[in-house]
């Protein structure tokens, strides 16, 4: 043992095997597809959304008399300003796509069945958060979509019995949108909702980590000796590979379709046409559907559904005859999903 | 020695290659890429260009005999100090100082009969150079603009925008 290791161990009286077999998790034989890799991709993703973030918040200024402009600076500017700003927002696409990606085939593998229901519930918590990220993100910069999302979304709001007015006083920092509400958006974007996906997170992983990854059999794989290989190096590979597949792939967006700036937001003229950004397509078309309480509270019934999926799931195959029903309930929600979202899409109102 | 294991070796060899080789590649890749995108990081946190100053025009170099010194209001509200210290006419003949004393702030002043800046404050003295030689801001320094003579008249360097501070409410 070398003075070095020594002094080490002295202090972090760690066995480097122990932490080895901590570490080192036996990976099923099918992670080696790279459709199984999507649980990392949202990870990644969220590292390049830390990095990139900080960064931007270097310039950007929370304030409605200075934030458009600050974006202005970063955009055209700042050097590579343009670059950061299409990175993160590309990858903030790209994360939401890869959550939901995700979240599909934990569902139509089964993989959030007993032992792993609660699992299930904190990535439907961290599906949450990334889409509260998304929607204050774009809050911040102060175009007129920043600032019309932000006023129906706190209409919206305040259409929920009892505590909706609190809601709506809660997220503009007052009865309507002020020079305290970015404020609020941007220390909720770039601190309390961070800080609560990496909390998420790490409870993500360590319950893959206790219960192990859902075993899964394809018939094209060999039989391997107990069907596992190791996660370092093996899977580590994977996910390095990954990394730089969706470097290139984000500055590559970046650099064809790079973030752009809509008008000023002006609170005196309400746009033509309002919309969110893509990922509320199919929230908003469900609003425009049903309209009022009613169309709030079916949202709150559907997200609480879906909390609740493993646990109805199991009643489904214990109680009736039905015990597929969760593929054919899953391929019909996709469905409608995907529907309403290019629905939204293609119509101006 | 019979013929397969004279070749065991070789295949050894050439699979370690190959290993050593895509593990080179890899860490390059790794290497390259990330190093490349924290160069961009590190060039983002640089302040970008000077886009905030602006080359002024101060006064045509025959108005400023040697020896005196004027003082020019920036748009941004310093003042500075543009000495004029010989008559070759080239841009080495001027200097242009903050009238800022580095010591605690106090307005310095030019002083043709001692070819110096005196601080009226601790009697703080500099030099035509604006080095502090002495009394409190001793070894300090006036900080300085760029100075360009262009066509007999004379041009600094100086912040164009003010930092805009509201004003307190009584």
């Known amino acids: 043992m070398t003075a070095l ?33 999507l649980g990392g991709t949202p990870a990644y993703l ?5 990095v990139t973030g900080v960064l931007l918040a270097f310039y950007y200024q929370p304030h409605p008399s200075t934030a458009y402009e600050s974006v202005r600076y970063i955009t055209e500017d700042a050097t590579f300003g343009w670059y950061l700003r299409s990175v993160h927002k590309w990858a903030a696409t790209l994360m939401i796509a890869a959550v939901v990606l995700h979240q599909l085939r934990v569902y139509f593998t089964g993989a959030y069945r007993k032992p792993r229901e609660l699992n299930w519930m904190v990535g439907m918590l961290l599906l949450i958060c990334t889409l509260m990220l998304g929607f204050t993100g774009y809050s911040l910069v102060f175009e007129q979509l920043s600032y019309w999302g932000a006023t129906v979304s706190a209409n919206i709001a305040d259409t929920i019995p009892v505590v909706g007015g609190f809601l709506k006083r809660m997220l503009l920092a007052g009865e309507a949108y002020n020079e305290r509400t970015l404020a609020r958006f941007f220390v909720l974007h770039a601190a309390v909702l961070p800080g609560f996906l990496v909390a998420l997170v790490a409870v993500h992983i360590a319950l893959v980590r206790i219960q192990g990854v859902t075993e899964l059999r394809f018939r094209d794989e060999p039989p391997q000796e107990e069907g596992k290989f190791p996660f370092i190096p093996d899977h580590i ?26 008008p000023l937001a002006d609170p005196m003229t309400t746009p033509e046409e309002i919309k969110p950004e893509w990922f509320f397509y199919v929230t908003f078309r469900w609003l425009k559907l049903m309209g009022g309480t009613a169309a709030v509270l079916s949202m709150g019934l559907i997200v609480f559904v879906m909390f609740a999926w493993p646990f109805i799931d199991a009643w ?34 | 020695m019979n013929r397969r294991s004279q070749d ?6 050439r699979r370690r290659f190959i290993v050593a080789v895509s593990r080179a590649t ?46 020019y209001t920036t748009p ?7 000495t004029r210290r010989d008559d070759t006419g080239a841009t080495g003949d001027f200097t242009a100082l903050s009238n800022v004393c580095p010591h605690l702030g106090c307005q310095v002043h030019w002083q043709p009969q001692h070819n110096r800046y005196f601080c009226p404050c601790h009697n703080g003295v500099f030099d035509r150079e604006g080095r502090g030689v002495s009394g409190p801001p001793e070894g300090m320094v006036l900080s300085g603009y760029p100075i360009e003579v262009r066509g007999g008249m004379v041009f600094i360097k100086v912040e164009a925008t003010p930092l805009v501070v509201p004003e307190r409410r009584s």
């Open chain 2, 8 to 13: 065991a070796p070789a295949d050894t060899r």
């Open chain 1, 5 to 37: 290791s020594r002094w080490i161990d002295g202090r972090i009286p760690i066995e480097p095997g122990a932490l080895r077999e901590l570490t080192n998790e036996p990976v099923p034989y099918h992670l080696k597809r790279w459709w199984f890799a």
């Open chain 1, 316 to 349: 489904f195959r214990r109680r009736t005859p039905f015990r597929e029903a969760s593929v054919w309930i899953g391929v019909a929600a996709t469905l409608l999903i995907i529907g309403m979202t290019v629905w939204e899409a293609l119509v101006p109102h």
């Open chain 1, 46 to 50: 969220f590292v390049v959304q830390v």
């Open chain 2, 76 to 82: 941004a509200g310093a003042e500075v100090h543009v």
């Open chain 2, 26 to 71: 890899m860490a390059a890749g790794l290497l390259g890429g990330y190093g490349v995108f924290g160069s961009v990081l590190g060039r983002f946190l640089y302040p970008a260009g000077d886009s905030g100053t602006v080359w002024q025009f101060v006064t045509p170099t025959d108005r400023l005999a040697v020896g005196d010194s004027l003082i």
């Open chain 1, 237 to 262: 590979y994977t996910e390095l590979i990954i990394g730089l597949v969706l470097m290139v792939l984000l500055s590559a967006l970046a650099t064809l379709a790079p973030a752009t700036m809509g």
